[in-house]
């Protein structure tokens, strides 16, 4: 009899393990980029003179280092808040200065007023339905005279968000705009504790209920010392926390275009780093909404004032963003809503 309610159990597991096996194969089975052409015809348009032209300004001295508060940000965000003037892409309606104030009582004690900068390209088939690219716009500012550029951390990451916009607007001039509304934030106060990201989430101007992914971008412009034999990386944290889907979303694009190693270290729950927490997607993980972050992991001048323009790679920098962009076009484009939900 015992040996008979064994066997029973094997059989139940070995079927419940089969019926996970097959809900996964399915799930991969049924995420394609049909328009393969298209989004490749937009992919061309993101290239590393570009990115190198944004790179270099935003971590120019004339910022400062970009402390939140100060004006050397300031300034940065009225750089940033121009690029999308410049290029057409509106102002959320309630927002038409680009603008969300954070108020001094919204941050740490000694730090002035800021602002996070949101731009968006409206949906043609879901406007009411938002996916998000992120990236923080400031930085350590200057310290005993000297300036913290933070070309990695993180203009790299508003840099790829700078050409992954302007490749959505060509695509939306063009009569392929995204089915759903991309938001593209740049968020301040990300390096005294994620005081921009928190303040969004919990003051958001596009309902938050409606949000269907937010994809993080905080310094994807160098490599760590892990992967000095074989750059050709980048490190994904955080896609299957709420979404098994988004997770495979990122694989298909990596395969279909790009081929990245997709690293994922620093997703495991023991990671000692906790990066998982430590950037901006954070903040719209505890609202339950999908997030991914992109990373580079640290290097020898991660918060040192030599983490400098000329150090980036430009052409490593060009790859990572294209993965982000074929990612950010699968989900705005699909046919049906991203699942929150775990397999």
Known sequence: ??????????????????????????????????????????????????????????????????????????????????????????????????????????????????????????????????????????????????????????????????????????????????KRSLVFLHVTAEEVGLHGSRYYTNNPIFPIENTISTLNIDMIGRVDERHQDNENYIYVIGADRISTELHFIIQEANSKFINLNLDYKYNEDSDPNRYFYRSDHYNFAVKDIPVVFFFNGEHEDYTKPTDTADKINYQLLEKRTKLIFATTWYLANSPVQLKREII
């Open 1 to 178: 009899m015992k040996f008979l309610v064994a066997s029973a159990l094997v059989l139940v597991g070995s079927c419940s393990t089969l019926r996970h096996s097959e809900r996964i194969d399915n799930l991969k089975e049924s995420i394609s980029y049909e328009d393969k052409s298209t989004v490749e015809q937009y992919l061309s348009t993101i290239n590393a003179d570009q990115l190198k032209t944004y790179v270099e300004e935003v971590s120019s001295d004339k910022y400062e280092g970009r402390m939140t508060g100060e004006e050397g940000h300031n300034q940065v965000c009225d750089y940033i808040r121009n690029y999308y003037k410049s290029l057409n892409i509106k102002a959320p309606e309630s927002h038409p200065d680009y603008y969300q104030k954070v108020p001094k009582e919204a941050l740490p004690e000694d730090i002035n007023d800021s602002q996070n900068v949101i731009a968006y390209i409206e949906g043609s088939e879901f406007p009411d339905e938002y996916i998000y690219i992120t990236a923080h716009s400031d930085h350590e500012g200057t310290v005993d005279g000297e300036i913290y550029s933070g070309a990695d951390d993180n203009g790299s990451g508003t840099a790829a968000v700078f050409e992954m916009a302007e490749a959505f607007k060509m695509a939306s001039n063009d009569g392929n705009g995204p």
